[in-house]
């Protein structure tokens, strides 16, 4: 483990906002009918092989188009395992390069399981450098197989200096059918707010967060409030924003009054920006580097203008 290593993860993830001066999280989900027509090309044989070459290759040229404009990217586990063994090499590879470019990169892979197994996933994916084989900084974990589950994770995080994010109000229309259901006076989603807020508690660091953050969707304004006073040392990764509807406005409410304490997920407004007006006339599929980058710049913008008003 490196120095910086050793700086807890929630420590390094608000310097790196701080740095940057952005709250966007990249999410990295590449999809092949989308991707700009040099890349489909190398894709054209339809092998595992050439398709997760070219998820490799469009990842890494993001990468090193917002390397200096955001904190942090999310490689989305799904897009590289539906391609199987050649896939997650692709992600690996991924994950590497991202951490290279100085990027905190958090594994999207809502991961979990029974506590034994559960130590495994932490330990596969938690760990920047050389602890981890995948090497991710942080990882989202679902949380429903209880605290059981999820203390493996924050066991590996206070060792590996990592951090995870727990499901705790998701963005998807359907969460809502288990995670809205109240017993004893409590919604599920409350419940998992107060397990997180109990899981970090003796793990605050100097930026006044601890490695157990939580997922909130930009989809649900006044729930995303009340659970950024619910868990007042917790980072809150909020997804949602863009192609799911979720706007500035929505997700100023996840933020702490100095504008610390959550970041902002949007993968296909800005991974795909070539394909979406006004980018899309601007820069076509031959300059789609440029596409993200403008696009990356202006939800930066957009998100710091709401933050001064
Ligand atoms: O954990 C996540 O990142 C996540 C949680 C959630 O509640 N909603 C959600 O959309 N996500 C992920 O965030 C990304 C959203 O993608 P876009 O809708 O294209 O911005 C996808 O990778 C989702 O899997």
């Not at 539906?82 to 951490?99: H, I, K």
């Not at 493996?152 to 963005?171: H, M, N, Q, W, Y």
């Not at 619910?230 to 924003?241: E, N, V």
């Amino acid at each position: 483990m490196n120095s910086s290593e050793s700086i807890p993860f929630a420590d390094r993830l608000a310097d790196a906002v701080r740095r940057t001066h952005s709250v966007t999280c990249v999410g990295l989900d590449p999809r092949l009918d989308q991707l700009p027509e040099s890349l489909q090309k190398l894709a054209d044989s339809g092998a595992a092989d050439a398709q997760a070459a070219a998820y490799s290759q469009f990842c890494c040229e993001i990468i090193d188009v917002v390397k200096d404009r955001v904190a942090c990217v999310k490689p989305q586990a799904a897009f590289f395992e539906q391609l199987g063994p050649a896939g997650m090499v692709a992600l690996g590879e991924v994950f590497r390069y991202a951490s290279a470019a100085g990027l905190l990169v958090i594994g999207d892979a809502k991961r979990n399981d029974i506590g034994s197994t559960a130590t495994a996933y932490a330990q596969a994916y938690l760990g920047a450098g050389e602890t981890s084989p995948w090497g991710c900084d942080s990882l989202t974990v679902s949380p429903y197989l209880g605290r059981d589950s999820l203390e493996p994770f924050v066991e590996v995080c206070d060792r590996r200096a990592a951090g995870i994010f727990v499901l705790v109000k998701t963005s998807n229309p359907g969460g809502g059918l288990l995670q809205d259901r109240a017993t004893d006076g409590q919604t599920v989603y409350e419940r998992v707010a107060q397990l997180v807020t109990e899981l970090n508690q003796d793990r605050i660091g100097q930026s006044g967060y601890g490695p157990v953050g939580a997922v909130v969707g930009a989809t649900y304004p006044e729930q995303l409030a009340a659970m950024r006073k619910a868990m007042p040392h917790s980072w809150i990764l909020i997804p949602g924003f863009g192609a799911q509807g979720g706007s500035a406005k929505d997700v100023l409410a996840g933020f702490d009054s100095d504008g610390s304490g959550a970041i902002v997920n949007n993968s296909r407004n800005l991974i795909f920006a070539h394909r979406r007006a006004p980018y899309a006339e601007k820069y076509g599929d031959r300059r789609w580097q440029d596409a993200v980058s403008e696009a990356t710049d202006e939800m930066n913008e957009v998100l710091r203008q709401r933050f001064s008003r």
